[in-house]
């Protein structure tokens, strides 16, 4: 088994330290005061040169040097955080982006980033004559002395003094002492375990918080003493041994308590490959299936042990599948998150103002679907701003607020997730939609549609209503791959536009790929799987029911009608009806109209763990069916899709009327 590449590991690092740089950045450009903020962007920005510098990434370090020094300025109140600064710090991070990833980031561009970057913060810079905010309490140099050690191991993490130093060098006058008491004796010395220390004497203009940002990013494991020489209250504190007393500790520095809890809070995170985890659901999938086979040769079987065991292994697979499963959910927090750069880039693409808001964020999705629903969404949002939002002048000549609003939007229902994407724009122009149909031949001239089938026409290949083709959208690329790749995660897409007010795009996306708990029916010979988590009820269908509900299928359950749908004529068995047919009563979740729907079975044949197979590209248009399973006795199940059985029962029932 081959160790973690610390190459890879640092990339990994670094696109989570971006993430927050990118964050804070987006927070400023709202709150240019907030301190606290500019000094968050700076430590990631000083802790990514550092860390670029010890993996050998020397390009990175020497760009991301010039953005840190810049926001060190801004920390000391010298420039003011302008939304020019922010932006240009956003475009260098985008080159920091491509740095650590290793993809061509030409030089030429770096110094048009930089030269620009000197630009805004020269425009940023206080008038003449202005004092800087952290003015030092005392004229004079400061005078300090700094102690500290590295932990034994920190050669071998590919921590380096020497770059510590050259920093504090860089600060101001410093006279350097290595201390090798703890050095050990030749014969038992381990070449790779660091036993130095360093007393170090600073003269310079800086204060306690630029030393400190020195050690930064090894601060979690060093010792560090940092005493004020010109103080007459520290005047005994020289003598002091560099070795830090555990009372001592106590009294530590905010930036070395902050440090001491980041690393306890972090201790209990473990980094672990996705691939892993595919690997593991897998594994999980198939031993949920060998259990199924399991049980039922132990319920065929009279032996007592065997049944025990069966039932021991069957407790023990499904706390594994649930354990399983709750690794890979993630908070869609993390996909929303993403487009908060992407609102801002489009502002300033399309000259709009635009405002992004985010509710139910603690939604929680597999990784797997958050990762392939990152392009869909771009898409969506891309729309929106650029066709369904207006320009300020046109807010205000219809009265709206000048600045457009999107809201992105999570929340549960049953098995599936149901995300909105909303936007206060001009809403969707539909007579525009039916005659750009027409011209591209998507239609007849005069062909009678609802209006959800003409909005579904947007996601045509190569339909668009743009009147000129834009950096942004027009070419009729997109929309179709955003359904293709919906309808690939067994979703569904819908659209809902009030002319002048809006639009609403609507998807619902099963919460996992992998492993549901099912409801198992029998339906004439066949069987299938009904996601457990959108089953309400169950309930006899008796014959005078059955005869009464003819040509209207509904039924009353506690004095509400509602409409059921016979699968075995939508799966055109051919066979008699059983006489105790069942109705299985199921969530659609929608949130208007009709929200529970009947499924008429010939047989409930019990609960079943359900591991999801993909349908093969000759069946995967059946709408009917979002996959398939294995049962325990090898047998094939389909799982039925819900929202496409009771589209196709609505269409259904629609034909019947018009025929009638």
Sequence with gaps: MSGLDPIETFRQEAQDLLEEIEQGLLDLAHRPGDRDLVDAVFRGLHTLKGSGAMFGFDALAAFTHHCETAFD???????????????????AQDHMRALAEGRPAPAEAGEALLAELRRVVEAAGQPAGAAPAAAPSEPGLNRWRV???????????????????????????????????????????????????????????????????????????????????NAAAQAEAVAETLEVAPAAQDAATPVEAAANEGRKAGGDT????????????????????????????????????????????????????????????????????????????????????????????????????????????????????????????????????????????????????????????????????????????????????????????????????????????????????????????????????????????????????????????????????????????????SVEQDVRSTGRSLITLRDQLVPFIRLRQMFATGLEPDPHQKIVVVSTGQAQGQDRVGLVVDQILGDHQTVIKALSPFHADVGAFSGATILGDGGVALILDIAHLVAAGQRQDAQLRAAS
């Design 73 to 91: 300025r801004v920390r000391k109140g010298e420039v003011a955080a302008t939304p020019e600064l922010v932006g240009a710090v956003l475009a």
């Design 147 to 229: 102690r500290f050690s590295l932990p034994a191991d920190a050669l071998v993490n590919g921590t380096r003094p020497l770059p510590l130093l050259d920093e504090l060098r860089e600060l101001g006058e410093c006279a350097v002492v290595a201390v090798t008491d703890a050095v050990p004796d030749f014969d038992v010395l381990v070449p790779t375990e660091c036993h130095l220390a360093w007393d170090v004497t600073l003269v310079t203009k800086h204060g306690r918080d630029a030393i400190e940002d020195v050690f930064i990013f090894v601060i979690d494991d060093m010792t560090l003493d940092i005493q004020d020489l």
């Design 270 to 541: 473990v980094r672990v490959p996705a691939e892993r985890l595919d690997e593991m659901m897998d594994r999980v999938g198939e031993l949920v299936i060998a259990q199924s086979r399991l049980k039922q040769l132990a319920a065929s079987s009279s032996d007592i042990a065997l049944r025990a065991v069966a039932e021991e292994i069957e407790r023990l697979a499904a706390e594994m599948r649930d354990t399983m499963m709750v690794v890979r959910m993630v908070p869609i927090a993390q996909l929303f998150g993403r487009f908060r750069r992407l609102i801002h880039d489009l502002a300033r693409d399309t000259g709009k103002t635009i405002e992004l808001s985010t509710e139910g964020e603690t939604t929680e999705l597999d990784k797997t679907v958050i990762e392939r629903l990152a392009d869909p969404l771009i898409h969506l949002i891309r729309n929106s701003a650029d066709h369904g939002l207006e320009t300020p002048e046109q807010r205000r000549a219809a009265g709206k607020p000048e600045a457009g609003h999107i809201v992105l939007a999570a929340r549960q229902s049953g098995a599936e997730v149901v995300i909105t994407i909303t936007d206060d724009g001009r809403g969707v122009d539909r007579a525009r939609v039916r005659a750009k149909a027409e011209e591209n031949g998507l239609i007849q001239p005069g062909q009678v549609l609802s209006d959800s089938e003409l909005l579904q026409l947007i996601f045509a290949p190569g339909f668009s209503t743009a009147a000129a083709i834009t950096n942004l959208s027009g070419r009729g690329v997109g929309m179709d791959v955003v359904k293709k790749t919906i309808e690939g995660l067994r979703g569904s897409i819908e659209i809902t536009s009030t002319p002048g007010s809006g639009s609403v795009v609507s998807l619902r996306i099963p919460l996992t790929l992998a492993i549901i708990d099912g409801l198992l029916v029998r339906v004439g010979t066949g069987r299938y799987v009904i996601p457990l988590a959108s089953v309400e009820e169950c309930v006899e269908l």
